[in-house]
């Protein structure tokens, strides 16, 4: 009996001991272990949990990927998935608690949690089932440091995956967000290529058309023919940004390829043709160690059509134009953004509820992209203003267009705009962030632009941009060339990044509109001219992940529009501010009036990044007659044009206060003008100019009766860079007849169709009430 206890008490130390020993003496295997570890505990349903964390390597070397799923949920809520081991998993509810809830919510994103699930009530996941009898104390940074089981520890079935509600407020800048991506094991097939044989062609991008390749160990092997199908090449073709397939004249490349030493790592490939990716289709790979020949076939070769607007063709250009009834906004690189259709000649966007990657696909493709990338969720890329027209898309994936799929119509109860859908496209590979680079930053972000050009003698060498000119719009062409994202500053003057030998100047007079593809694209000298030539006045770029988004509520406008004749024994700040027309100054003050068309200006940042002033604190100015100070030299443009457009009285305002006046439900203020606060506008806020403040208004005392055009434009010399520039101008058709006014069609400048703007423009005033 002594000895049996002796045995036992030996065994016992062994077992502490030596997992201890192995662990210290093998460090690199320490993951692998580690469910061993935690597998001593008793299989029973009562089983403590493991008394030490048990985080994962990923903590050291690459975040821990996490997402919701399942059905039906919000996007703010779902079951819990973890990516671990190149698959994806989920948590057991054993042992579930809000503190675990408020760590995945953070790790989502958002701010906290308002609950949890139990009993798949999303449904049940698939796979592997990562963690169970999870314990989290609230604080951690991520689930794989709360203490558990281990990975892939679990005595669950799915019929106990967990989930969790989070509250629907997003961490200020957070960048990854709720993404529904691709539910495919890309391990399989890591990456697809097409190898052009054609000489002339291998120097053109993008390639269209070659033998289909997938990555393989540390090289390329190739596809056998067997069975192939034109829905295998849409899927294909799809992958690498090409919305169409075409057929290929397989005799070409049979003589090729008959001279070519192949290797078949896939003999078999069946998709249906909506799929998003090679890897969710099914597929057969070569066996090891045995012959991999394609005994009756070749190498899989297709041909794509590429969308517009990567043609080189002109002629072809014309002939397959992109869908007029959907656009992308807010996103900061090409094929992504904020999914808007239109309807009745207005812009409007779509809910998320149940937006998935068919549906995804389907706009993109419409576009003249490939298949989808991503379906994004929870406003990702901003919110959009206007109606919210679709809900509960569900394409097939094969739809022409996304209106040809089945949708739910809109009523306010259904949606909001926080819950707009977006997309990210795959888009072919124009290889355009090879020939540009910056130097000098402290980031990537951020440096002096150098280009690559050519001189006469067909050298390629580096060299700078003249600075003269540059704006935030070249800025955004060079951030979305390089793939860093929205253009946070555009620079004149770089002599604080002065680390590059590169002195000469090769590009000068840039003048981009900001939506090209890369600097080349834009308006520039054909021959350099740069007064300022030395390196310390070459352009300059800091770039950013997030930008703000200003959008005026055109309806407050239209609603709260007056006229009042206001005396001149009042408007002494406003004449010292220059808020009154050049005629006021000929006046015989304080004698008089000055005629005012007064009305409310609610401006709401419907970014991803609060709008600050550029200019910090210590250099705002102090102005004594209003007693405040402006941030901004001219933080908005009030016009009134004629028929012509020409302008026939303006206004202008300094930005007297930035600063949050209300926000939507969830988001709290963070910036207050009073005692010199900071000011700024938070995402999902807005800032209020009350109609009866100093300068809210625009003299027109010297205006005739007539039929008019009133134009406001927010943040006009983009002095603050925002993701959109192209809605922060606001029109509405004026009627005044020298007594009193009226606006209507009041509408941000890119709500309405090209037609409808048209009509607008053509037609400033009501027809059949025109005023001579």
Known sequence: MQKSRRTLAFSFLLGLWLP???????????????????????????????????????????????????????????????FYKGEWGTICDDDFSISNANVLCRQLGFVSATGWTHSAKYGKGQGKIWLDNVLCNGGEKSIELCKSRGWGNSDCTHDEDAGVVCKDERIPGFVDSNVIDAHVNENKVEEVRLRSVVTMSRKKLPVTEGVVEVRYKDGWAQICDLGWTIKNTRVVCGMLGFPH??????????????????????????????????????????????????????????????????????????????????????????????????????????????????????????????????????ARMGQGMGPIY????????????IWNCPFKNITSEDCQHMEDAAIRCNVPHMGLEHSIRLTGGRTRYEGRVEVLGSDSNGTQSWGLVCGETWSTKEAMVVCRQMGLGYANQGLQETWYWDSSNVTEMVMSGVKCTGNEMSLSQCQHHKTVSCQKAAARFAAGVICSETASDLVLNASLVQETVYIEDRPLHMLYCAAEENCLSKSAAKANWPYGHRRLLRFSSQIHNIGRADFKPKAGRHSWVWHACHGHYHSMDIFTHYDLLNANGTKVAEGHKASFCLEDTDCQEGVSKRYECANFGDQGIT????????????????????????NYILQIVINPNHEVAESDFTNNAMKCNCKYDGHRIWLHNCHIGDAFSEEAERRFEKYPGQLNNQIP
């Open 245 to 378: 397939e075409r057929k290929v004249n397989k005799n070409f490349y049979k003589l090729y390829l008959e001279r070519q030493k192949n290797f078949y790592h896939i003999h078999s490939v069946a998709c249906t043709g909506t799929e998003v990716h090679l890897a969710a289709c099914p597929l057969e790979f070569s066996k090891p160690n045995t012959t991999t020949t394609c005994e009756g076939g070749m190498a899989a070769v297709v041909s794509c059509m590429p969308g517009p607007l990567f043609m080189q063709n002109n002629g072809q250009k014309k002939k397959l134009k992109t869908s007029s009834n959907v656009r992308l906004k807010g996103g900061a690189k090409l094929g992504e953004g904020r999914v808007e259709v239109l309807k009745d000649n207005e812009w409007g966007t779509v809910c998320d509820d149940r937006w998935d990657l068919l549906s995804a696909s389907v706009v993109c493709r419409e576009l003249g992209f490939g298949s989808a990338k991503e379906a994004l969720t929870g």
């Open 390 to 401: 679709m809900n509960e898309v569900k394409c097939l994936g094969h739809e022409k267009s």
């Open 683 to 706: 995402v999902g806020c807005w800032d209020l100019y009350r109609h009866d403040i100093d300068c809210q208004w625009i003299d027109i005392t010297d205006v005739k009766p007539g």
């Open 20 to 82: 201890y020993c192995l662990a210290q003496t093998t460090p690199s295997n320490r993951a692998t272990r580690m469910p061993t570890r935690a597998a001593t505990l008793s299989p029973t349903r009562a089983a403590t949990p493991s008394p030490t964390p048990s985080p994962s390597p990923q903590a050291q070397t690459e975040r821990l990927k996490v997402r919701l799923s399942g059905y039906p949920r919000k996007h703010n809520e779902g079951r819990i998935e973890l």
